[in-house]
């Protein structure tokens, strides 16, 4: 059974850098064509993606983020993170991973999201 | 950049109507387009990816079509459990979502 569970600080203040930690089970991000990425959704707004990181360790950046992003991922590819720098109240949303298993197919199993507030 | 445009963002249908929903792109992806479901409060859902393959576990009364800038969802037989946001998604180039389309009963 294929899981991932999103975890974060729930609150931080301006012009910190925001970790995120997306831990999954049922799969192996060590098999090929395996990807996981970040996406967000702030309130009442549609999702955008951030950031992924594929089976070869290979990592890839939304254009609009990219220099306050950095996408990782634990040795036993159990686990991706994600950090934001230098975040302000726009970056208020909540923080969804999410996994595609193969080229040419897109995100099949998603986390629950986890909410993230930005205010001094 | 690729765009995606929903220009429609609420349809009112009623339960039993067939509704179909409308994305578009700015630049030809083919068919690398994907519909995704949401309920309030939820997590995203994936039903449908390469415009029209439905995930497993999606039912056969949601329909995905088109390719290249044009495509639509249509949801047949209208139920209560379909009352949501439908957002389309382009995966060609990274990947970028439309604004989403809400459904609601008249």
């Known amino acids: 059974q294929v899981t991932l569970k999103e975890s974060g600080p729930g609150m931080l203040q301006p012009s910190k850098t925001l970790s995120l930690t997306c831990s999954f089970s049922g799969f192996s991000l060590s098999t090929s064509g395996m990807v996981v990425s970040w996406i967000r959704q702030p309130s009442g707004k549609s999702l955008e993606w951030l950031a992924a990181i594929d089976w070869d360790g290979d990592k890839y950046y939304n254009p609009s983020l990219k220099s306050r992003l950095t996408v990782s991922k634990d040795t036993s590819n159990t686990q991706v993170f994600l950090k934001i720098t230098s975040v302000d109240t726009a970056d208020t949303a909540t923080y969804y991973c999410?996994?595609?298993?193969?080229?040419?197919?897109?995100?099949?199993?998603w986390g629950q999201g986890v909410m993230v507030t930005v205010s001094s | 950049d690729i765009q995606m445009t929903q220009a429609t963002s609420f349809l009112s249908t009623s339960l039993g109507d067939h509704v179909t929903i409308n994305c578009r792109s700015n630049k030809d992806i083919n068919k690398y387009l994907a519909w995704v479901q949401q309920k309030p409060g939820k997590a995203p859902r994936m039903l449908i990816h390469f415009a029209s393959t439905l995930l497993p576990g999606v039912p056969a009364k949601l329909e995905g079509s088109g390719s290249g800038t044009d495509f639509s969802l249509t949801v047949r037989n209208m139920e209560s459990q379909d009352i949501a946001m439908y957002y389309c998604?382009?995966?060609?180039?990274?990947?970028?979502f439309g604004a989403g389309t809400k459904l609601e009963l008249k």
């Open positions: 999410a996994r595609r298993r193969s080229p040419g197919t897109s995100f099949d199993y």
């Open positions: 998604l382009q995966y060609s180039e990274q990947y970028t």
